[in-house]
C-alpha cells in the first residue's frame, strides 16, 4: 500500500513535463501559457501533497474531534502560489492580445524572428 | 593634519600589488601642467580663422557630410569578417524564440543535475 | 526611547513597507497635479534612503546581525513566524537597490513626461523598488520566492510599458515567461526542503542541513533558476531584449532587480547550504567559475555584432555579470583548502566589490543612452552621429562610463577588477588572461559606440538637437559622483562596505547563531 501514496508525485513529475513539453515544443503563444499553467498545477500539488499525514483528517477544526491533523503550513503556501499564479496568467495574456494586435500572428517563432 | 581624513587616504592592498589612485592622479596633475608649461614656449604668430587653421585635405574636395560619416555597424569590420565563423555561430544561437530560451534553461539544469547531483 | 533608536529596531519593516505604502497611495495624488504626484514619489523614496542609510550606518560601524519578527514581541523556538534577519551583505545589497532607484525616479521626471499612465507607471516602480528590497532583506524561504515574483511581475508590466510599440511587448512576454519558470523551479526547490526539514527559515535549514540526494536537486535547481533570473549564459538571452527595449529608468531599475537575483545565488550557496559547500563531491564553485568565464566571452562577442545603442549595452551588461560570477565562484572554489584562504577571500571582496560598481557604471551607460533617445529619437547606431557639439555634459558623462566599466584606472571598475584579476591569476593563470582580454575588447566596443554617437561630422539632421533636460543631467551627475568617489578613495570603501559584507557572507555560522542561540 505504500506505492499508493506515491502517486500523487507520479502526478507531479508527469504535469511538470507535460507543461514543460508544451512551453518548449509548442509554437502557438497561448499553448506556451498553457504549458506554464500545468507546470504551476504541479508544483501546487507537490506542495499539497507533502503535508498529508496517514489517516489524518483536515486542519480546519479549532475543537477538533481528535486523531491526527494534516500539516496547514503547506496549503497556506499553495494558497499563495495560486494567487501569484492568477495574476501572472492575467498579465501573460493580456500581453498575448497586445502581441496578436501588433504581429497579426500568435506565432513564436515569427514574432521573435523579426529584428526591429 | 586632520585625523578624518586618514582613512580616505591609505592604500588599497590586493595580496600580490597596491594601488593608490590619489598618487597617480597627483602625478597625471604634474604631468600635464608641464604639458601646459611646454605649450605656452610655442609659436603665437597665427591668424584664426584663415587657411591656416583649417584640416588640411591636400587639395581634394570636401564632400558631403553623410558621405563622410561613418556609420557604427560599418567598424571593425575587418575584425568581423575574419571571425566570421563564431560570429555568425553565435549570432544564429540568438534567435528570439521564446522556446528556445526555456530549452537552454533546462539544458543546463540537466548538465547541473549530472555534475553535481551525480544521477 | 528617542526616536533614532525607534526607527533602527523597526527599521527592517519600514524599509519593506514605506514604497509599498506609497506604491499603492500614488494615484490618489496623481489625481489632484502630476507634479505633487512626482514630489511624493520623489519623498517616498528619500524616505526609504534615510531608513537604508540609518540602518547600514548601524550594521556597517557597529556591527551585528538585525533579526525583525513578524507578528511577535520576541522570538520564540521552534521559529514559527516570517523573519527579516539583515546582515551585512543584505544591507550592501539594499544600498545598491536603493540608490538606483532614487536615481530612476529623479531621471524619469523628463525622460516620462510627455507619456499617459504615469500613474500606473510610478506605482509600478515603487512596487519594484519594494520587490527588491525585500528579497534582499528576508531571512524566509518562501517569502523570498514571494518578493521574487512581485518583482519580476512589476518589472514585466514595466518594461512592456510601451505598448504602441509590438517590440516592447515582446520583450515583456519573454521575460514574463522566462521569470515565471524560473520563479516555479525555485518553489520546487523550496517545497523539497521543506518537505526533508520541515522549516522555511534560512537559519534552520542551514542548521538541519546534510547533502542527501534531495538536497542536491534542491540546489542544483536553486542555483539554475537563480541564474537564469540573472543573465548567466548561456540562460542569458532575455536580457537584451528585455533591457534595450524598455524606457531607460526602467533599465536602470532593472539591473538593481537582475542583481538582487544574483544575492539569492549567493545565499543560497554560502548560508544555506555552508555546512557542506565545502565536501569534496560537491563542485559548485568551479562551475560557477566556469559559467562566469562562458559568460564574459559570449558577452563581449555578442555585444561586436549589434548595431542598436541600447542592445549593445546591454551584452556588456552580461559581460560584467560574468565578472562577478566569477570573483564569488573563485572564493567558493578555495573555500574549503585552507592555504588559500587570503586567495579566495581576495576573489570575494573583488567579485562584491564589482556589484556596487557595475550597477552604477552600467546605470550610467544607460542613462546616456535614453538620454540620446530623448532628445534625437534613434535608437540605431547607423543613424546617429556628430552628438559631441550638441550635448556636451551628455558626452563627458559617457567618456566617464565608458573608462569605469572596462576597468581603467582611476575608476571604481579599476579597483575591483584588480582584486579579481590577481586573485584568479594565482587560481589558474587562464582566466586572468581571459578576463583581462575581455576588458580591453569592451573598451574598444565602448569606443565604437562612442565614435560613432559623438564624434564624426556634424550630420544635417541634428542640428536643432539641445543638451539634455536638467534634471537627467542631475541624475547622472549623482552616478558620477559615486562614481568618483568609489574610484579615488577605494581602500575606504573596501575596509568599510565590503569587508564587512564579505565576512557576512563567509560567517554563516553567526547567521544560524542569531536565530538559533547555542546552535541546536
Redesign the interface.
Given at each position: 500500500m505504500i506505492a499508493l501514496y506515491n502517486i500523487p508525485f507520479l502526478a507531479v513529475i508527469g504535469l511538470v513535463l507535460v507543461g514543460l513539453y508544451a512551453v518548449l515544443f509548442r509554437r502557438n503563444i497561448i499553448k506556451i501559457i498553457i504549458g506554464i499553467t500545468i507546470i504551476e498545477s504541479g508544483v501546487n500539488l507537490f506542495l499539497i501533497t507533502l503535508g498529508y499525514r496517514e489517516g489524518s483528517i483536515a486542519p480546519i477544526y479549532t475543537s477538533s474531534p481528535g486523531g491526527l491533523m494534516a500539516m496547514p503550513v503547506p496549503q497556506a503556501l499553495t494558497l499563495t502560489s495560486i494567487v501569484i499564479g492568477v495574476a501572472v496568467l492575467a498579465l501573460m495574456l493580456s500581453l498575448a492580445i497586445h502581441l496578436f494586435r501588433h504581429y497579426g500572428t500568435l506565432d513564436a517563432r515569427e514574432i521573435g524572428g523579426k529584428e526591429e | 593634519m586632520l585625523e578624518f581624513l586618514d582613512?580616505?587616504l591609505?592604500?588599497?592592498?590586493?595580496?600580490?600589488?597596491f594601488?593608490n589612485?590619489?598618487v597617480?592622479?597627483t602625478a597625471l596633475v604634474i604631468a600635464f601642467l608641464a604639458m601646459y608649461i611646454l605649450r605656452g614656449f610655442g609659436n603665437k604668430q597665427f591668424k584664426t580663422g584663415t587657411e591656416q587653421t583649417k584640416a588640411f585635405l591636400s587639395g581634394n574636395p570636401e564632400y558631403e557630410?553623410?558621405q563622410?560619416?561613418?556609420?557604427?555597424?560599418n567598424?571593425?569590420w575587418g575584425?568581423?569578417e575574419s571571425l566570421g565563423w563564431?560570429?555568425h555561430q553565435?549570432?544564429k544561437?540568438?534567435?528570439?524564440?521564446?522556446?528556445?530560451?526555456?530549452?537552454?534553461?533546462?539544458?543546463?539544469?540537466a548538465v547541473?543535475?549530472l555534475?553535481?547531483?551525480?544521477i | 526611547m528617542n526616536t533614532i533608536d525607534f526607527l533602527l529596531m523597526h527599521a527592517p519593516a519600514l524599509i519593506v513597507a514605506t514604497p509599498l505604502l506609497g506604491a499603492f497611495l500614488t494615484p490618489l495624488f496623481g489625481k489632484v497635479h502630476a507634479r505633487l504626484r512626482s514630489g511624493f514619489v520623489l519623498l517616498i523614496v528619500l524616505l526609504t534612503c534615510l531608513l537604508v542609510g540609518l540602518l547600514s550606518y548601524d550594521i556597517f560601524i557597529t556591527g551585528g546581525i538585525h533579526t525583525y519578527v513578524f507578528g511577535a514581541q520576541d522570538l520564540t523556538l521552534p521559529v514559527v513566524r516570517i523573519l527579516f534577519e539583515v546582515d551585512a551583505m543584505s544591507m550592501f545589497m539594499a544600498l545598491i537597490s536603493v540608490i538606483l532607484a532614487l536615481v530612476a525616479v529623479i531621471y524619469s521626471w523628463a525622460y516620462m513626461k510627455d507619456n499617459t499612465g504615469l500613474d500606473k507607471f510610478y506605482t509600478l516602480v515603487l512596487l519594484m523598488t519594494t520587490g527588491m528590497l525585500g528579497m534582499e532583506l528576508t531571512g524566509d524561504m518562501f517569502n523570498f520566492f514571494v518578493f521574487l515574483e512581485i518583482t519580476s511581475i512589476a518589472s514585466c508590466a514595466l518594461i512592456a510599458f510601451w505598448t504602441n510599440k509590438g517590440k516592447s511587448v515582446e520583450a515583456g512576454f519573454k521575460y514574463i515567461v522566462i521569470s515565471t519558470i524560473g520563479a516555479l523551479f525555485v518553489l520546487f526547490a523550496i517545497a523539497l526542503l521543506y518537505g526533508q526539514y520541515n522549516a522555511l527559515n534560512i537559519a534552520v535549514l542551514a542548521n538541519a542541513i546534510q547533502f542527501t540526494f534531495v538536497d542536491r536537486i534542491a540546489l542544483v535547481l536553486l542555483v539554475a533558476a537563480l541564474a537564469m533570473k540573472a543573465g548567466i549564459v548561456p540562460m542569458h538571452m532575455w536580457l537584451p531584449d528585455a533591457y534595450g527595449r524598455s524606457p531607460a529608468p526602467v533599465t536602470i531599475i532593472l539591473v538593481g532587480a537582475t542583481q538582487a537575483s544574483l544575492y539569492g545565488v549567493f545565499r543560497v550557496c554560502f548560508t544555506l547550504y555552508g555546512d557542506v559547500i565545502t565536501l569534496p563531491q560537491v563542485s559548485i564553485g568551479w562551475i560557477m567559475v566556469l559559467l562566469g568565464l562562458i559568460t564574459i566571452l559570449v558577452g563581449v562577442i555578442m555585444a561586436l555584432l549589434q548595431s542598436d545603442f541600447r542592445r549593445l549595452i546591454a551584452f556588456g551588461a552580461v559581460a560584467e555579470i560574468g565578472y562577478m560570477f566569477l570573483g564569488v565562484g573563485a572564493g567558493l572554489a578555495v573555500l574549503g583548502a585552507p592555504e588559500m584562504t587570503s586567495v579566495g577571500l581576495t576573489a570575494m571582496k573583488g567579485g562584491i566589490f564589482h556589484i556596487m560598481n557595475d550597477a552604477l557604471d552600467v546605470g550610467l551607460l544607460f542613462l546616456v543612452a535614453g538620454a540620446v533617445y530623448y532628445t534625437t529619437r534613434e535608437n540605431s547606431l547607423d543613424r546617429l552621429g556628430g552628438l559631441a557639439r550638441n550635448m556636451k555634459y551628455t558626452t563627458v558623462f559617457f567618456i566617464i562610463g565608458l573608462l569605469a566599466i572596462s576597468g581603467i584606472p582611476p575608476m571604481n571598475g579599476f579597483a575591483s577588477k584588480l582584486l579579481i584579476y590577481e586573485s584568479t591569476y594565482q587560481l589558474n593563470p587562464v582566466i586572468a588572461v581571459i578576463a583581462v582580454l575581455s576588458s580591453i575588447m569592451l573598451l574598444a566596443i565602448f569606443v565604437k559606440i562612442f565614435y560613432s554617437v559623438f564624434l564624426g561630422p556634424a550630420l544635417p539632421q541634428f542640428h536643432t538637437v539641445k543638451e539634455s533636460p536638467r534634471s537627467m543631467l542631475l541624475a547622472m551627475g549623482i552616478i558620477t559622483m559615486i562614481i568618483l568617489f568609489f574610484g579615488l578613495f577605494p581602500d575606504f570603501v573596501l575596509t568599510t562596505i565590503v569587508e564587512p559584507a564579505v565576512n557576512a557572507l563567509l560567517g554563516y555560522q553567526e547567521y544560524i547563531a542569531q536565530v538559533l542561540p547555542g546552535g541546536l
Open positions: - | 582613512p580616505f591609505k592604500t588599497f592592498e590586493t595580496g600580490t600589488g594601488w589612485p590619489l597617480w592622479a557630410k553623410q563622410m560619416h561613418i556609420k557604427g555597424s567598424m571593425y575584425f568581423t563564431l560570429f553565435l549570432k544561437m540568438h534567435t528570439g524564440n521564446v522556446s528556445d530560451y526555456v530549452l537552454w534553461f533546462v539544458i543546463v539544469l547541473l543535475l555534475v553535481v547531483g551525480g | -
